[in-house]
């Protein structure tokens, strides 16, 4: 009921950018918060950035990472700034929200858009 399209991974050098968006599409009824999770190989999925009015990032990418959001397009964008070898994960979308035919709030993921960090 909800598609959660994610796109722009890729490979990246050390210290180099790159801008993931996600696009929701489907019968959405409300949307409380969008957000960003990464899991990296061998770890668990972990919270990168979120916004449900107020934007709040894990302290791990702050100041390198802005996250953006286009409610017209039901779309949110995460820029990616002085990436580290560490960065290196799948990077998940997010929607805490409704459909026409939910009764209550529901997380929905999309499938994911791997990133690489390497030189």
């Known amino acids: 009921q909800v598609q959660l399209v994610e796109s722009g991974g890729g490979l990246v050098q050390p210290g180099g950018s790159l801008t993931l968006a996600c696009a929701a599409s489907g019968r959405i009824r409300s949307i409380n918060a969008m957000g960003w999770y990464r899991q990296a190989p061998g770890k668990q999925r972990e919270l990168v950035a979120t916004?449900?009015?107020?934007?709040n990032y894990a302290d791990s990418v702050k100041g390198r990472f802005t996250m953006s959001r286009d409610n017209a397009k039901n779309t949110v964008y995460l820029q990616m700034n002085k990436l580290k070898p560490e960065d290196t994960a799948t990077y998940y979308c997010n929607l805490y929200g409704r459909t026409w035919s939910t009764y209550r709030d529901t997380d929905y993921w999309g499938k994911g858009t791997l990133v690489t960090v390497s030189s």
């Open positions: 916004d449900g009015g107020s934007t």
